[in-house]
C-alpha cells in the first residue's frame, strides 16, 4: 500500500443575501460549444442561516475513490506542485525566494505533522516548500474541479481578495488550459505565465489533516486541508469527469441533508462542517481561521472499528488509539466514557450509526472547536 499526499480547499464564500439558498448551480459542461444554462436548483427558503456558503461539488458515481459523494475541491499532489519553475515565476513577478519561505513558514508557530516536515511528494532538492506546494495542489484541482481560478496580480496586495480570470466569462482560451492542466501539470506553470498572475497562496488556511483509515482502503491519502474566503460566490464551471454537480450552501444544510439522507458525505466532510457550522458569520470564520492556523494543525489517521450498529471511531489522544494505527482493534461495550473522562482520562473518538455522528472528546484540538452534527 502506497500513500499518496493530497490537499482540498473549503471555499467559504459570502451570499448575495442574508437569507442564503440552497440552490445547485448552472452544470456547465466542458466542450468547445456554448455551455448548456440548465438551472436545477432548490428555490426553497431556509430557516438554517448563515450569511455565506461553503462550495461542495459532487464526484462522479464513476470515481474509484467516494464515488457519487459530495466533497471540498481537491485531489493528489502533483511533481509540478513542488517544482523549482515555480520560483521562477514567483522572482519574476515580485516575490523573492527567501521572503516567500520565510512568510509562509512563520504563519504557524507550533510543531508541524509529517507531511509538511517530512514529505514524500517532494523530488525537488531546490523546489518549493510544502506549505507552498500544498496550496498551489489545492488551487490547481479547485480550478481542474470547478473552474475557479485563485490567482492574484502580482501588483496588487497578496492579502486582498483574489481576482479571478474565471468568473462569468469562462472564455475557449481557459477552457483549453484546463484541459492541458488535466493532462500536464506543468501547464499550470505556463498559464500563470501566460497571465502574468500566481497563485493566491497567501488566502489559504491551515484548518486540519486528515488521513485515510485502513478499513477504507485501498486506495490512502494524506490530506491537507485549507480555507479559502471570497467575497462572493464564484459561478462554478464543472469538468464533468471527476465531478458532475455541485452546490453552494451553509454548513447547517448541507449537514442537515446528510441527516436526511438527501446526499452522502464522507467522515470528514461532516466533521470539517460541523466544525464550520459554529459560526454564522463569514467575517468571524475568517478571523477565527486566521488566528487558529497559528496553532497549527494535527494528522488524524482514524482507527475505525465496524460493528452491526455502526462504527466506532477512535483518534489521536484518545486512550485507546494505538500506538500503530494500522493495527485492528476490538470493541469495548463497557465502557461509561463521561466516567472515564471525569477521571482525567483522555476520549477522543467518533460515534456513527448511518447518517448521524456523535463526538465524544475532551481532547485540545489546536484551538478548534468542537463540531455541531445534525441528527
Given at each position: 500500500?502506497?500513500?499518496?499526499?493530497?490537499?482540498?480547499?473549503?471555499?467559504?464564500?459570502?451570499?448575495?443575501?442574508?437569507?442564503?439558498?440552497?440552490?445547485?448551480?448552472?452544470?456547465?459542461?466542458?466542450?468547445?460549444?456554448?455551455?448548456?444554462?440548465?438551472?436545477?436548483?432548490?428555490?426553497?427558503?431556509?430557516?438554517?442561516?448563515?450569511?455565506?456558503?461553503?462550495?461542495?461539488?459532487?464526484?462522479?458515481?464513476?470515481?474509484?475513490?467516494?464515488?457519487?459523494?459530495?466533497?471540498?475541491?481537491?485531489?493528489?499532489?502533483?511533481p509540478s506542485d513542488y517544482s523549482s519553475k515555480w520560483?521562477?515565476?514567483?522572482?519574476?513577478?515580485?516575490?523573492?525566494?527567501?521572503?516567500?519561505?520565510?512568510?509562509?513558514?512563520?504563519?504557524?508557530?507550533?510543531?508541524?505533522?509529517?507531511?509538511?516536515?517530512?514529505?514524500?511528494?517532494?523530488?525537488?532538492?531546490?523546489?518549493?516548500?510544502?506549505?507552498?506546494?500544498?496550496?498551489?495542489?489545492?488551487?490547481?484541482?479547485?480550478?481542474?474541479?470547478?473552474?475557479?481560478?485563485?490567482?492574484?496580480?502580482?501588483?496588487?496586495?497578496?492579502?486582498?481578495?483574489?481576482?479571478?480570470?474565471?468568473?462569468?466569462?469562462?472564455?475557449?482560451?481557459?477552457?483549453?488550459?484546463?484541459?492541458?492542466?488535466?493532462?500536464?501539470?506543468?501547464?499550470?506553470?505556463?498559464?500563470?505565465?501566460?497571465?502574468?498572475?500566481?497563485?493566491?497562496?497567501?488566502?489559504?488556511?491551515?484548518?486540519?489533516?486528515?488521513?485515510?483509515?485502513?478499513?477504507?482502503?485501498?486506495?490512502?491519502?494524506?490530506?491537507?486541508?485549507?480555507?479559502?474566503?471570497?467575497?462572493?460566490?464564484?459561478?462554478?464551471?464543472?469538468?464533468?469527469?471527476?465531478?458532475?454537480?455541485?452546490?453552494?450552501?451553509?454548513?447547517?444544510?448541507?449537514?442537515?441533508?446528510?441527516?436526511?439522507?438527501?446526499?452522502?458525505?464522507?467522515?470528514?466532510?461532516?466533521?470539517?462542517?460541523?466544525?464550520?457550522?459554529?459560526?454564522?458569520?463569514?467575517?468571524?470564520?475568517?478571523?477565527?481561521?486566521?488566528?487558529?492556523?497559528?496553532?497549527?494543525?494535527?494528522?488524524?489517521?482514524?482507527?475505525?472499528?465496524?460493528?452491526?450498529?455502526?462504527?466506532?471511531?477512535?483518534?489521536?489522544?484518545?486512550?485507546?488509539?494505538?500506538?500503530?494505527?494500522?493495527?485492528?482493534?476490538?470493541?469495548?461495550?463497557?465502557?461509561?466514557?463521561?466516567?472515564?473522562?471525569?477521571?482525567?482520562?483522555?476520549?477522543?473518538?467518533?460515534?456513527?450509526?448511518?447518517?448521524?455522528?456523535?463526538?465524544?472528546?475532551?481532547?485540545?484540538?489546536?484551538?478548534?472547536?468542537?463540531?455541531?452534527?445534525i441528527t
Open positions: 500500500m502506497a500513500w499518496r499526499e493530497a490537499a482540498t480547499l473549503i471555499v467559504a464564500a459570502r451570499s448575495a443575501n442574508t437569507s442564503l439558498k440552497s440552490s445547485i448551480g448552472p452544470v456547465l459542461k466542458n466542450t468547445s460549444s456554448a455551455v448548456d444554462k440548465k438551472t436545477y436548483g432548490d428555490d426553497r427558503s431556509t430557516k438554517i442561516h448563515a450569511d455565506y456558503g461553503v462550495l461542495m461539488a459532487k464526484r462522479s458515481n464513476r470515481s474509484s475513490f467516494m464515488a457519487s459523494t459530495y466533497v471540498f475541491p481537491g485531489g493528489v499532489v502533483d520560483w521562477s515565476l514567483f522572482d519574476k513577478l515580485g516575490y523573492q525566494k527567501d521572503n516567500l519561505i520565510k512568510t509562509m513558514s512563520s504563519r504557524v508557530c507550533a510543531p508541524r505533522p509529517p507531511m509538511i516536515t517530512h514529505p514524500i511528494s517532494s523530488n525537488h532538492n531546490d523546489g518549493l516548500i510544502p506549505d507552498i506546494a500544498l496550496r498551489i495542489t489545492a488551487i490547481r484541482e479547485a480550478f481542474e474541479e470547478t473552474g475557479l481560478l485563485i490567482l492574484v496580480d502580482p501588483q496588487s496586495k497578496p492579502e486582498e481578495s483574489p481576482k479571478k480570470l474565471l468568473d462569468d466569462n469562462f472564455n475557449e482560451e481557459l477552457l483549453d488550459w484546463r484541459s492541458r492542466i488535466r493532462q500536464n501539470g506543468e501547464a499550470f506553470i505556463e498559464m500563470c505565465h501566460r497571465f502574468k498572475k500566481i497563485p493566491n497562496i497567501w488566502s489559504l488556511y491551515e484548518w486540519w489533516n486528515w488521513a485515510t483509515p485502513k478499513l477504507e482502503g485501498p486506495k490512502r491519502f494524506d490530506t491537507m486541508f485549507y480555507i479559502h474566503f471570497a467575497d462572493y460566490q464564484s459561478k462554478v464551471i464543472l469538468d464533468n469527469t471527476e465531478v458532475t454537480n455541485f452546490k453552494w450552501a451553509t454548513p447547517k444544510e448541507i449537514l442537515q441533508e446528510f441527516a436526511e439522507k438527501k446526499i452522502i458525505l464522507a467522515p470528514p466532510q461532516v466533521f470539517e462542517l460541523g466544525r464550520i457550522a459554529n459560526f454564522d458569520n463569514l467575517t468571524d470564520l475568517q478571523k477565527f481561521s486566521v488566528d487558529r492556523e497559528k496553532q497549527s494543525v494535527e494528522k488524524w489517521l482514524p482507527v475505525l472499528i465496524k460493528h452491526p450498529k455502526g462504527r466506532e471511531v477512535y483518534l489521536p489522544g484518545d486512550i485507546l488509539y494505538p500506538d500503530d494505527p494500522e493495527t485492528d482493534l476490538e470493541l469495548i461495550n463497557d465502557q461509561n466514557e463521561s466516567e472515564l473522562m471525569n477521571s482525567g482520562v483522555t476520549i477522543n473518538r467518533i460515534r456513527s450509526h448511518e447518517n448521524s455522528f456523535t463526538y465524544i472528546s475532551n481532547y485540545k484540538t489546536y484551538g478548534h472547536l468542537k463540531p455541531i452534527f
